[in-house]
């Protein structure tokens, strides 16, 4: 069974910047997957931010591109760490944000359908 394990998040003023990190491990037997980030706000649906391939090929929402960054580290023997970093955040990306991985995957789009697993969600709250 995938596990996808968050942590990072917290409350910053608007400008600052924060980090997500994101550990998945048991999914060696997936041939092609990718990890992405989405977040939600109350009554509203949940929204891609950025997303990653195998190959490293990335994808961000236009509203988060220049500001936030996608990485990753490992493999999917050792576990791979997915990384959000996000800088000069508005109130606007304030949310629950979510790690998700699909299993099968050969671009890494920005639509929870796509995605199997997910983690609890961390929250970001950005003051004005």
């Known amino acids: 069974q995938v596990q996808v394990v968050q942590s990072g998040g917290g409350s910053v003023q608007t400008g600052g910047s924060l980090r997500l990190s994101c550990v998945a491990s048991q999914f060696e037997r997936m041939r092609d997957y990718c990890f992405a980030w989405f977040r939600q706000t109350p009554g509203q649906e949940r929204e891609g931010v950025a997303s990653?391939?195998?190959?490293?090929?990335?994808?961000?929402?236009k509203l988060v591109q220049g500001r936030f960054t996608i990485s990753r580290d490992g493999d999917k023997k050792t576990g791979v760490t997915l990384y959000l970093q996000m800088d000069n955040l508005q109130p606007g990306d304030s949310g629950t944000y979510y790690c998700a991985v699909a299993g099968r995957c050969w671009t890494a789009r920005l639509i929870p359908g796509d995605y199997e697993f997910w983690g609890r969600g961390t929250q970001v709250t950005v003051a004005s």
């Open positions: 990653i391939d195998k190959r490293n090929r990335t994808n961000y929402l």
